[in-house]
């Protein structure tokens, strides 16, 4: 199993490119500045292909400000797409108390993969874990600090962390909350079975012009989603697709109205 990250091993850019990055690194490490200051200034260490991820992610919020139904994490791994929509939520809809995020990952890794998929080093059962049990309630804890540090923080405690194979814990979730529809899905599981299930549980319980949001749709080494999409979606199931402009591999569906 891989102990790194892909963005340690897989990029697309120059060696003078990555030795900037290790050298953004170091001065990130040893920044001459107070806590508050640094926090306050972490913008300077912020390159663009995260900001890119971010901008894209708002891009997406943005189109579902007006529509009611909680934002599901599927596949959430350390939970960054969780707490971004968490801060949007605070800037954007500060009184919508109602705008539940619920996180779903085994935290263990991919789980699913079948003869179905091209495992690879990086991509297989097992891979990106970050510790279980104990990181899922660390996620927990830090969605709940960012709730008590934004606007309304007294009402905090909106949001779920779900730990398990999603292909039982998104059926399992709406089993115990009946009550819950979806404005917006993100997907990153990336083997077929997990990334089919879930999409079918959690598409018919989306509202009219929710969203449905592809991480790795058209991406060629982790083609789990864009077999999903092209055998069971692209013409079976009625949707429009995009692409997010400032992140390319970020594409969604958006649910018509009948
Ligand atoms: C590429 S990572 C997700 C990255 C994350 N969406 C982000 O943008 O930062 C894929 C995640 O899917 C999770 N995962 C894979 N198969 C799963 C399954 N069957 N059920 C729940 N989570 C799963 C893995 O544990 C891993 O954390």
Redesign the pocket.
Known sequence: MSKQH?SAVVSYSSSDSLNARNEIFDLLRSYPATEEETERSLGLFLRGSLLA?ILAVRDLYARIVDLPGVIM?????????AVLCENFRAIYEPLHLNRRIVC??????????SDKDKATEL?Q?G????GGESYSAYLAKLLELHEKSNAMGHNFGKHTVVK??????IPQYFKDNRNEFVSLA?F????Y??SL??FEDVWPRMVPGGIAAF??LTRRT?PAEAMVYSDNILSKVPHTLRRCETYPGLCYLVKPAS
Do not use: L
Not at 127 to 130: D, K, N
Not at 164 to 169: A, V
């Open positions: 892909e991820r994490d599927i596949g959430t791994w350390r939970g960054q797409t779903f990952d085994t935290f263990e890794g991919y789980q699913g993969f991509h059962d891979t990106y874990g970050v398990g194979d999603c292909r039982e814990t993100f990153d599981v990336n083997s079975e997990p299930k879930a991480w790795q982790i």
